[in-house]
């Protein structure tokens, strides 16, 4: 399974960005798709995560500002960003992963970079 993320860029701070991720090759099932970031110098986070049921969850520092979503008909997670911060500059990245019989996959966007001027 291959990972493809798109919508980084360049932004102000206040503004806003839509961060697309779609999977391809060998899906049977994708549960749990989401997003991670990681700054220079910092340790890979958790963004936010959703469940094939649509169940979600956020990190603390980006509650009321992100939103993340999926289309699984279309196997592609996105993560809507707004009222973005300096501090969220980052190169973020998506995973997803999957069940297969008993064994458990997990899979990895190849990044995107995200950077906020302030």
């Known amino acids: 399974v291959q990972l493809q993320a798109s919508g980084g860029g360049l932004v102000q701070a206040g503004g806003s960005l839509r961060l697309s991720c779609a999977a391809s090759?060998?899906?049977?099932?994708?549960?749990?798709m989401g997003w991670y970031r990681q700054a220079p110098g910092k340790q890979r986070e958790l963004v936010a995560y959703?469940?094939?049921?649509?169940?979600?969850d956020y990190a603390d520092s980006v509650k009321g500002r992100f939103t993340i979503s999926r289309d699984n008909a279309k196997n592609t997670v996105y993560l809507q960003m707004n009222s973005l911060k300096a501090e969220d500059t980052a190169v973020y990245y998506c995973?997803?992963?999957?069940?297969?019989?008993?064994?458990?996959?997990?899979?990895w966007g190849q990044g995107t970079q995200v950077t906020v001027s302030s």
């Open positions: 090759g060998r899906i049977f099932s994708l549960n749990v």
């Open positions: 959703i469940t094939s049921g649509g169940s979600t």
């Open positions: 995973h997803a992963n999957q069940v297969v019989v008993i064994t458990k996959y997990d899979y």
